[in-house]
């Protein structure tokens, strides 16, 4: 079955860290790839998205992410986090020749320390 | 432009109770999605709806039913509230079913008892 794996669950850093965290899917063909994040008491945003071109995307916020189709991985990256992006994390895959359907990662849990 | 929006907000059910969670978008989009949201499980797709007139099961339709009642509105029924559908549920809206970004609202958040 099509799966979408994050590895960190709860990730927790000081403000001006780095940040990466990893998404691996296990799906062969064509595929649309998303981070969307979801702020305390919020609804899903979405933080940026892949569907061809360019590898390295650039989304929002000073977020990117890097889709290895060799390695089926898409991880979000940021170089420098802010108390502001505490929040949840979850990535998307959409496999292609289909409706529209999103497979969710099950989220990673930022929290930043001042 | 507000989006998508879901009423209610917050709902306790007894176990055995009715009710539809509504959801509207103001996009024109075609597609609607309607999700549950449990720790550490993600979002799953309960059902959606590529086109109006049209609906299809998710990955966890059962004890739902949806009805699109035109292109702006996409209800979650559940017939017979269960403890195990306590969860936050989540509408969505894209344009069309074809992959693009979809929207979602702020989410209904469920306890069964």
């Known amino acids: 079955a099509q799966s979408v794996s994050q590895h960190n669950h709860h990730v927790i850093l000081s403000e001006a860290a780095s940040l990466e965290l990893g998404c691996n899917y296990s799906?062969?063909?064509?595929?649309?790839l998303f981070w969307y994040v979801q702020y305390p008491g919020q609804h899903l945003q979405l933080l940026l998205k892949?569907?061809?071109?360019?590898?390295l995307v650039k989304g929002i916020k000073g977020f990117e992410a890097e889709f290895i189709k060799s390695k089926f991985s898409f991880n979000l990256r940021k170089p420098s986090v802010q108390w502001s992006d505490t929040a949840e994390y979850f990535c998307?895959?959409?496999?292609?020749?289909?409706?529209?359907?999103?497979?969710f990662g099950a989220g990673t849990r930022l929290a930043v320390h001042p | 432009n507000a989006g998508v929006t879901q009423t209610p907000k917050f709902q306790v059910l007894k176990t055995g109770q009715s009710m539809t969670l509504q959801c509207a978008q103001d996009?024109?989009?075609?597609?609607m999605y309607w999700y549950r949201q449990d720790p550490g499980m993600g979002l799953r797709l309960i059902y959606y709806?590529?086109?109006?007139?049209?609906?299809d099961k998710g990955e966890v339709p059962n004890g739902y039913n949806v009805s699109r009642l035109n292109k702006r509105e996409f209800s979650l029924r559940l017939e017979s509230a269960a403890p195990s559908q306590t969860s936050v549920y989540f509408c969505?809206?894209?344009?069309?079913?074809?992959?693009?970004?979809?929207?979602f609202g702020p989410g209904t958040r469920l306890l069964v008892l």
């Open positions: 998307a895959v959409n496999p292609s020749g289909g409706y529209n359907k999103l497979i």
């Open positions: 709806s590529a086109s109006e007139g049209t609906t």
């Open positions: 996009m024109n989009h075609n597609s």
């Open positions: 892949y569907f061809s071109g360019d590898p």
């Open positions: 799906y062969g063909g064509t595929v649309n």
């Open positions: 969505a809206s894209s344009e069309s079913a074809g992959g693009e970004t979809q929207y």
